[in-house]
């Protein structure tokens, strides 16, 4: 819903009812993920998009048909069938849950909250039911780390909900969970889809050297919070960084323990270190080795590579800890200049995050989107 919400907000404040259709679940080689929308106005405009052109038709008219009141939100599951793989399916061999919704003050009232807390970059998980029982389904429940709007229908399954979602919002994750009817655990009368707006990723990049320039402008591209720190003021300007979102002068391990200790680092943070000195580096990866995050990537030779292990060994770094460097930072791609090795070091980022192996998909077979495990559905 992010890249449409701007003009999502502007029809709603007009008091519009706009038709909305919401990617909750995909399997195997489905082009859009989990959180993907496509808005139909008052007017037919149609905006954003849920499958990249495969079945944007079908869910345009179904949008269509909800928005006028002709239809009720409902599920509908899209993907090849054993009998027309190429009629409103995917041909990409894909299977998609889109579910389809009426959006406007009476049906979703907390959506100017919502959209200023992306605006602010402040947690907040929308949670819709999306199968179950009709005097269910389409409800909804806002929640922020301190409070909570709306209703699934019971206060017992708001509360279960409340605490399970609340995880994922802190994870950053988006997906469906499954209830009871009276919010138990254990059941699966109700499928409820959890939309998580978390806070960009941090990108921490340390050392100001022109390939720390080049990493933070990917690390912007990409969508990330961008921070570069070093100890050289000289070195660590605006100026020389105008795609980070901060420029820190300070010592990297004494920044990145102060980040510990503010609660500012998290399991989906990424850390870069290319300072590729000694004195730096070591300090800073006794500090970040420990910590639970997404990732921890150091720049040097073989020779620095092999030099750095032996001086955290040497510092008592457990072996464990040390497993978890990926160093030399970045995928073989045959990079030379900065903007290029920025791209194999984005390029193992990602293939780290979703499961790649970095190979090329000319000569490998099978699906190219790796499935976040679970059981896939069966299609008549």
């Given at each position: 819903m992010r890249d449409i919400l701007t003009d999502l907000l502007s029809w709603w404040e007009d008091d519009q009812t706009v038709g909305m259709g919401t990617v909750v679940a995909t399997w195997r080689s489905a082009p859009r993920p989990a959180g993907a929308s496509m808005i139909v106005s008052t007017s037919d405009e149609a905006l954003g998009s849920v499958s990249g052109g495969c079945v944007e038709g079908a869910v345009y008219e179904e949008a269509k048909l909800v928005r006028d009141g002709e239809s009720t939100p409902q599920m509908h599951r899209y993907g090849i069938s054993?009998?027309?793989?190429?009629?409103?399916?995917l041909s990409c061999g894909g299977i998609m849950d889109i579910f389809v919704e009426p959006i406007s003050k009476t049906t979703f009232p907390e959506l100017k909250d919502v959209a200023d807390s992306i605006e602010k970059h402040e947690p907040v998980a929308v949670i819709t039911c999306?199968?179950?029982?009709?005097?269910?389904?389409?409800?909804?429940?806002?929640?922020?780390?301190?409070?909570?709007?709306?209703?699934?229908?019971?206060?017992?399954?708001d509360d279960a909900v409340a605490e399970d979602a609340l995880g994922m919002l802190a994870a950053g994750r988006t997906g469906t969970i499954h209830y009871?009817?009276?919010?138990?655990?254990?059941?699966?009368?109700?499928?409820?889809?959890?939309?998580?707006?978390?806070?960009?990723?941090?990108?921490?990049?340390?050392?100001?050297?022109?390939?720390?320039?080049?990493?933070?402008k990917m690390g912007t591209f990409l969508g990330?919070?961008?921070?570069?720190?070093?100890?050289?003021?000289v070195f660590a300007t605006k100026k020389r960084f105008p795609d980070?979102?901060?420029?820190?002068?300070?010592?990297?391990?004494?920044?990145?323990?102060?980040?510990?200790?503010?609660?500012r680092i998290d399991e989906r943070t990424i850390i870069c270190i290319l300072t590729h000195d000694q004195?730096?580096?070591?300090?800073?990866?006794?500090?970040?080795?420990?910590?639970?995050?997404?990732?921890?990537?150091?720049?040097?030779?073989?020779?620095?590579?092999?030099?750095?292990?032996d001086r955290l060994r040497e510092a008592?770094?457990?072996?464990?800890?040390?497993?978890?460097?990926?160093?030399?930072?970045?995928?073989?791609?045959?990079?030379?200049?900065?903007?290029?090795?920025?791209v194999s070091i984005a390029a193992e980022i990602?293939?780290?995050?979703?499961?790649?192996?970095?190979?090329r998909l000319s000569a490998s077979a099978g699906r190219i989107h790796g499935d976040i495990v679970r059981e896939e559905p069966v299609l008549g």
């Open positions: 054993d009998d027309d793989a190429f009629s409103v399916g999306v199968t179950g029982p009709e005097d269910r389904v389409g409800k909804r429940l806002v929640l922020w780390n301190d409070r909570r709007s709306g209703s699934l229908g019971m206060q017992r399954l009871g009817y009276e919010g138990e655990r254990r059941g699966d009368d109700l499928t409820l889809f959890v939309a998580s707006y978390a806070a960009p990723v941090r990108m921490l990049v340390f050392g100001a050297i022109d390939f720390a320039a080049a990493v933070a990330h919070k961008v921070t570069v720190c070093d100890a050289r003021p980070a979102h901060e420029v820190v002068v300070d010592w990297p391990h004494r920044y990145l323990q102060g980040e510990v200790d503010a609660g004195k730096f580096d070591v300090p800073l990866l006794e500090v970040a080795l420990p910590l639970d995050v997404a990732y921890i990537g150091a720049m040097g030779s073989r020779r620095t590579h092999d030099d750095r292990l008592g770094v457990p072996e464990e800890q040390i497993a978890k460097l990926s160093s030399p930072i970045g995928l073989d791609l045959g990079a030379h200049t900065p903007e290029e090795t920025a990602i293939a780290l995050q979703w499961g790649g192996d970095g190979s």
